[in-house]
């Protein structure tokens, strides 16, 4: 319990600083060639004992093909965690999240879906807004609003699109992440020890 609590104030403490980066347009990244399944993996791996407590199966899918990414691996990592919490809060216990990678084109696409409550139509619009909180959790718990709006800024930083999309309530969510991948001759170039984040 100490832990999770902890952990719940070290990410309010990150969203409010991360907010007022937002505000006077300080939120930056730095980027290196790395390996988006290291990054997954370390998101996965954080929330798993938080879904294993609630009893909601993750589950991570990797397709071969993946190029490394010209990324900043925290805040590539950041992206990620806010998404997973922000699913697993609104998935009840014996749901799942499904986390998937796969290359398409010169791009690599994330989805993460979950069977949690599902997001109303009129709310869909408005879900990356700063301090937008949905409906209830599962748990009873709430953050600032601030994970997804962090999140898209991030991924716009790193030159890519992110997309919420939800058939209704009670039907789940799907973020669909989008992130370019470096070309196949910049990704031979790159060492193994290079691409795989440290």
Known sequence: MIQRNAFSLLKLVEELLDAARLTSNTLSIETLPVSIVEILRSAVDTLRPAADRKHVSLQLTIS?????????????????????????????????IDVSA?????????????????IPAEVLPHVFDRFRQGADSTTGQHGLGLGLTIARVLVELHGGTIQVASPGEGCGTTCTIELPMLTSAAAEAVTPAASVEG
């Open 64 to 96: 071969p093909g993946l190029r490394p990414l010209s990324a900043d691996a925290d805040r590539l990592r950041q992206v990620f965690l806010n998404v997973l919490s922000n699913a697993l809060k609104f998935t009840a216990g014996g749901g799942a």
């Open 102 to 118: 796969f290359p398409c084109a010169d791009t690599l696409q994330v989805s993460i879906r979950d069977t949690g409550t599902g």
